[in-house]
């Protein structure tokens, strides 16, 4: 089955470093990408999107993304962190042979201390 | 509504009582998908549709669970004899079909906790 994984589980960071979260999939074929950020006590948000063209996406909040097709991955990136991106991170994927539904990766705990 | 809309918040009941929740879409949105989201991080798909029609069930535990989306009605998940390793936050999400039902917006859960 397809998986996806979010290798940092609890990432602590000062205000103002750069931020690079990471997520890979377990799929050689065509995927459509996600980022979700959950603050907290609040719903997941959509952060930004893959679907085609351009590989590096840029979303809300100053957050970017790249997808690297060779490696499985895309990473979510912002420059400089601020204490209002402490939240949960939810990287998600639909693989177009599981028809629509997203799988999620575990998801990363991201504390920006001021 | 502009929202994603879950009803109730928080929901107890004691083992083998039945549990209900309800979402109500984004208006014009015609994909509708339940997740469960087991210790706060483990989220998995349940079941999704479109309209009112099933579209994909293949996460669904058929023996407790069973959901619909009738026509003029919030969408709802049924849980009969509850277990506690049904305490969860079920999400719903919507989506519009110019997007296939790809981009998902989220409703804020329900949070189940059997005793």
């Known amino acids: 089955a397809q998986s996806v994984s979010q290798h940092n589980h609890h990432v602590i960071l000062s205000e103002a470093a750069s931020l690079e979260l990471g997520c890979n999939y377990s799929?050689?074929?065509?995927?459509?990408l996600f980022w979700y950020v959950q603050y907290p006590g609040q719903h997941l948000q959509l952060l930004l999107k893959y679907f085609s063209g351009d590989p590096l996406v840029k979303g809300i909040k100053g957050f970017e993304a790249e997808f690297i097709k060779s490696k499985f991955s895309f990473n979510l990136r912002k420059p400089s962190v601020q204490w209002s991106d402490t939240a949960e991170y939810f990287c998600?994927?639909?693989?177009?042979?599981?028809?629509?539904?997203?799988?999620f990766g575990g998801g990363t705990r991201l504390m920006v201390k001021p | 509504g502009e929202e994603v809309a879950q009803t109730p918040k928080h929901l107890v009941r004691g083992e083998g009582q039945k549990a209900k929740l309800y979402c109500a879409p984004i208006?014009?949105?015609?994909?509708v998908f339940w997740y469960q989201q087991v210790l706060k991080n483990e989220f998995k798909f349940l079941i999704s549709f479109q309209n009112e029609n099933v579209f994909d069930e293949t996460g669904m535990p058929k023996e407790r669970f069973s959901a619909k989306c009738l026509p003029n009605s919030p969408c709802s998940l049924e849980i009969q004899a509850t277990k506690l390793e049904d305490s969860a936050v079920y999400f719903c999400?919507?989506?519009?079909?110019?997007?296939?039902?790809?981009?998902?917006?989220f409703g804020p859960g329900t949070r189940l906790t059997v005793l």
């Open positions: 799929y050689g074929g065509t995927v459509n």
């Open positions: 998600a994927v639909n693989f177009y042979n599981a028809g629509n539904m997203l799988t």
């Open positions: 999400a919507s989506s519009p079909i110019l997007t296939g039902g790809n981009e998902q917006f």
């Open positions: 208006k014009g949105h015609s994909y």
